[in-house]
């Protein structure tokens, strides 16, 4: 089944301990992306990769740390969580062209942070 | 920067009736594409029109595009209360993969 998958589901932690949010995908998509979404605010991208090492960021990147080694895999990284990063996090992937395509999603990672 | 903005926020109507969604953006856009989101979980994509169509349709749903008023509307006909959802508008500027979320609308269909 084509999908992206996120791990973990949910996580609680504390402030300052690194914490790494996994994402893959098994679409040979080139195309990935964080986002994270929040009440009132829509969903607000963090950072995004366009191929194997090739990322940008976004218009939240502050805090985060995204690396694209492999095309599958695109963690999220948090060197030291703050409970301003409380959130939910969605990882998006897709296929790169000018007619544009649309966007699998993950299933959502609900980070809390204390 | 937030590309599109959903209207209304909220929506409440009864099974079997339409539901219209509505959704402006601000710069040109290579296409425009309608997501739905089910509470807590991952947007699914909808549909996707492209900035030299006018209209499309896939199933219940309708999407038109205006890009003289940069806007776009989502209809989805004869709602079952399994349409309850939120419902995102997103674009992208020409030549970029990367998508802007507007904020959008909550639709409740009742029995």
């Known amino acids: 089944e084509a999908q992206v998958t996120q791990n973990p589901r949910y996580l609680i932690t504390v402030t300052g301990k690194k914490l790494t949010v996994t994402c893959s995908q098994n679409m040979n998509h080139e195309y990935m992306s964080w986002y994270r979404q929040d009440p009132g605010l829509g969903l607000r991208q963090i950072y995004y990769?366009?191929?194997?090492?090739?990322?940008d960021k976004g218009d939240v990147p502050e805090g985060y740390k995204v690396s694209r080694k492999e095309k599958r895999n695109f963690p999220l990284i948090l060197e030291s969580p703050s409970p301003n990063q409380t959130s939910l996090y969605f990882c998006a992937s897709s296929l790169v062209g000018d007619r544009g395509y649309g966007y699998t999603f993950g299933s959502g990672t609900r980070l809390t942070v204390v | 920067s937030q590309q599109g903005e959903e209207d209304p926020q909220a929506l409440s109507i009864q099974e079997g009736e339409n539901a219209t969604m509505n959704c402006s953006y601000k710069?040109?856009?290579?296409?425009l594409q309608w997501y739905r989101q089910n509470s807590g979980r991952g947007l699914v994509h909808l549909i996707l029109?492209?900035?030299?169509?006018r209209e499309k349709h896939s199933g219940r749903l309708r999407v038109t595009l205006d890009t003289s008023k940069k806007s776009s509307s989502l209809l989805i006909t004869a709602s079952r209360a399994a349409d309850t959802a939120s419902y995102f508008c997103?674009?992208?500027?020409?030549?970029?993969?990367?998508?802007?979320f507007g904020k959008g609308t909550m639709l409740l269909v009742s029995p």
């Open positions: 990769s366009m191929n194997v090492e090739v990322t």
């Open positions: 710069t040109s856009i290579n296409n």
């Open positions: 997103a674009s992208g500027p020409p030549g970029y993969s990367t998508l802007t």
């Open positions: 029109i492209r900035s030299n169509e």
